[in-house]
């Protein structure tokens, strides 16, 4: 069972998401928020797989409430899965810097809401696809390096970890990275287990924008495919 916590100072839009999620059989909203400080006061004593946050509340935002959740230097941190209704560059840089798991606009279709919330459950990251280039172009161009720079990041990959960083970027499942690679999907996620921590970051989304930052891939110009 998936438990959520839902934060958003909209009632309507906590009932809407509370039905959406509650209609899956494998999915339980533990609680609801209506304000940051409550978010993180609720995440805190439940320990959900998954807190969904809104960008806008009162009191405290949503990426000043994931930066106590998952940021840097939390000792126990509890994935966050940003959904808002804007898709301005300061609140997607925020969220990803926050060390949240996974950016979608609320405007999503609902299976990609409902999908997004399993991928963040499973350690998994997930971004709007209409901001993914935008968001790593950014980033690549103007963003502050992760702790461990490129030069380091390259002496501690092994080429297979290396390999898998690359299809990451392309934005390859698990399923995927192995098909690709002809190995089994528990090879790639002993893999992952052991790259994560050495490049300084907690999930896929993070290692994928690490990669950028760093230039180990880059991003095409825009109008390329």
Avoid at 134 to 148: D, K, M, T
Avoid at 156 to 173: F, H, N
Wanted: hydrophobic share 45%; proline share 4%.
């Amino acid at each position: 069972m998936i438990r959520v916590l839902i934060a958003d100072d909209h009632a309507l839009a906590r009932a809407g998401l509370t039905a959406l999620l509650e209609s899956e059989p494998e999915i339980e909203v533990v609680a609801t928020a209506t304000d940051g400080i409550e978010a993180v006061e609720q995440a805190r004593a439940l320990r959900p797989d998954v807190v969904c946050l809104d960008v806008r509340m009162p009191g405290r935002d949503g990426i000043s409430a994931a930066r106590e959740l998952c940021g840097a230097g939390v000792a126990a941190p509890v994935p966050v899965l940003v959904l808002t209704t804007f898709d301005l560059d300061d609140y997607v840089f925020g969220a990803l810097e926050a060390g949240v798991s996974g950016f979608l606009l609320k405007d999503s279709e609902p299976e990609t809401i409902v999908r997004a919330v399993r991928q963040v459950a499973a350690g998994l990251g997930t971004i709007d696809q209409t901001l993914t280039r935008r968001v790593l172009h950014e980033f690549a161009q103007r963003r502050s390096l992760q702790p461990v720079t490129a030069q380091r990041g390259a002496e501690l990959l092994t080429s297979r970890e290396r390999d898998i960083l690359l299809l990451l970027a392309e934005g390859m499942s698990n399923e995927e990275i192995a098909r690709s690679l002809v190995v089994e999907v528990t090879t790639v996620k002993s893999h992952l287990a052991r790259m994560l921590p050495k490049i300084g970051v907690r999930s896929r989304l993070q290692a994928v924008v690490w990669a950028y930052q760093n230039h180990i891939v880059t991003v095409p110009p825009t109008g390329e495919d």
